[in-house]
């Protein structure tokens, strides 16, 4: 079980699950991989489509890291009212704890009026520091 969390902006329903992947970490080199699985729900009365995102990347050593770019995975998908979306993605850190969080650029078709969607933040946590 991963962190989980939740934010609306402007109709635009934002969930997030993220998991530790041991399998593709080395914890002895301070090469943690954490998957994220991401929800994007237009509960708007517009299409929209999103154009950019922007992410604001914290490890526990205060290192910080900015990642910005066109799409996720490579699409710029266009959403209905009513219709999601979702993508899985991962990142690596340094320590064992850290957290994410970012905003979406979306453009609305009807008018190409553009607004920021929050990503909510999340944490990225070794299970065992759980305990």
Known sequence: MGAQANKVTEGINISVDSQFRN???????????FTYKIRIENKSEYTV????????????????SEVEGDGV???????EPGESFEYESACVITTDIGKMSG???MERTIDK???RVVIPEFELILPQRLN
Do not use: K, M
Request: glycine share 2%.
């Open 113 to 115: 009026a553009r607004f």
């Open 23 to 33: 399998e593709h970490s080395v914890v002895e080199q301070n090469h943690y991989l």
């Open 73 to 79: 995975v490579g699409e710029q998908p266009i959403l």
């Open 103 to 105: 905003t979406y650029l």
């Open 49 to 64: 489509q999103l154009i950019s995102r922007h992410w604001d990347i914290f490890d526990s050593a205060n290192e910080y």
